[in-house]
């Protein structure tokens, strides 16, 4: 969900009025995404190297996300809708460690849908700490490495309960992946736009969705 600094300042505002309209189109986003039927939605909240941005900044997204879990998600949890967090807890203040863990318990049961929120998380990290789960498991004596599998990788990824992805869309014209989610895109449909995430619509949801559904999908077959 990028360019919500560059929508700002393409308006002469500060960077976090950008961050506040990307919630907005965030949340709305959200509602479609799920009315529409999809069962999962990740998205890309914060990153470990957004912790390079300006201290303010930080501050204020930090501040967002922790009133966004405490009081924009009645939607989520009235439709059933279960939420997870991918990332780590590392340098998250206590605060929003609790409230995304409270979150987490509310949703736990819920069944109609997943909303995975991509929070203090790096695609390089999620995998090291994979093979660092797999190594204790093996000096443990609780795995075999010979067994070792893409599918039995995935169960030390974070939430392995989440399937690959099937479509990515990156906003801001920007062409690159930015360590999102590396292991579970490896066969994931690519759109792009050059719209700033705070332009985005729900009929560029929808556009995004059609042209998926044209592609042809053969997954290293003829």
């Known amino acids: 969900m990028d ?38 939605l990740s998205v890309y909240a914060f990153s470990l190297d957004n912790w390079k941005r300006d201290s303010e900044e930080i501050s204020f997204l930090m501040k967002s996300i922790l009133k966004f879990y405490e009081t924009d998600l009645s939607y989520i949890k009235d439709n059933n809708i279960k939420v997870i967090q991918s990332g780590i807890y590392d340098k998250l203040d206590n605060s929003i460690i609790n409230v995304i863990k409270r979150i987490e318990e509310e949703t736990r049961d819920n069944t ?37 599998s893409t599918d039995t990788f995935k ?23 930015s360590d999102f989610m590396l292991y579970r895109i490896a066969y994931s449909e690519l759109w792009f736009t050059e719209k700033l995430w705070p332009e985005f619509t729900k009929e560029d949801l929808y556009k995004a969705i059609e042209e998926f559904s044209l592609r042809e999908r053969r997954f290293g077959k003829a």
Do not use: M
Request: aromatic residues 10%; proline residues 2%; positive net charge.
């Open 3 to 40: 360019g919500n600094g560059r929508w700002a300042k393409q308006r002469g505002l500060k960077r976090y009025k950008g961050h506040q309209e990307g919630i907005k189109v965030f949340k709305e986003i959200t509602k479609e995404v799920f009315k529409l039927g999809i069962k999962y």
């Open 155 to 177: 169960e030390y990824l974070y939430n392995p309960s989440l399937p690959d992805i099937d479509l990515l869309i990156r906003t801001s014209g920007e062409l690159r992946i």
């Open 112 to 148: 109609a849908a997943i909303l995975n929120i991509c929070f203090n998380y790096s695609g390089r990290h999620e995998i090291i700490d994979a093979a660092k789960k797999i190594a204790k498991a093996y000096k443990e004596g609780n795995i075999d490495i010979e067994n070792l």
